[in-house]
């Protein structure tokens, strides 16, 4: 039997790079040129892969949103695994699945639940 997923592939499939410009130290996601100093040379890094909800784009359906990375860039990102009426603004988020940097579709993030002691409330 043909294996055509290996762990490797399925790991980089959830890992998020990001740009860092050589010049400056800007970070950015699929970007051709620095939005500070302008310059074209780029590193690539791999994100942490954690964020916060920034604000809704589009329609409620679509259920995408502008996430602010922990490295310091902005990226549109799908949120799945909850309605849309759920996510809020300041949530925290981490990829679940990026895209490569040429492929079609947005990253897609989930949210971060903190868990809850277990305490008695009488």
């Not at 990001?18 to 040129?33: N, V």
Request: glycine share 10%.
């Amino acid at each position: 039997m043909l294996q055509t997923e290996t762990r490797e592939e399925t790991e980089l499939g959830k890992s998020l790079f990001f740009q860092r410009c050589l010049w400056c130290g800007t970070p950015a996601y699929r970007r051709s040129y620095c939005r500070a100093c302008g310059a074209v040379a780029f590193g690539r890094e791999r994100s942490a892969g954690a964020g916060v909800v920034v604000r809704r784009n589009g329609q409620v359906q679509q259920n995408t949103w502008f996430v602010a990375m922990d490295e310091g860039f902005n990226l549109l990102c799908q949120v799945t695994g909850t309605a849309p009426v759920v996510v809020a603004v300041g949530a925290r988020v981490t990829v679940v699945r990026a895209v490569a940097p040429h492929g079609q579709g947005l990253p897609v993030v989930e949210l971060i639940h903190p868990e809850t002691p277990l305490r008695q409330w009488w």
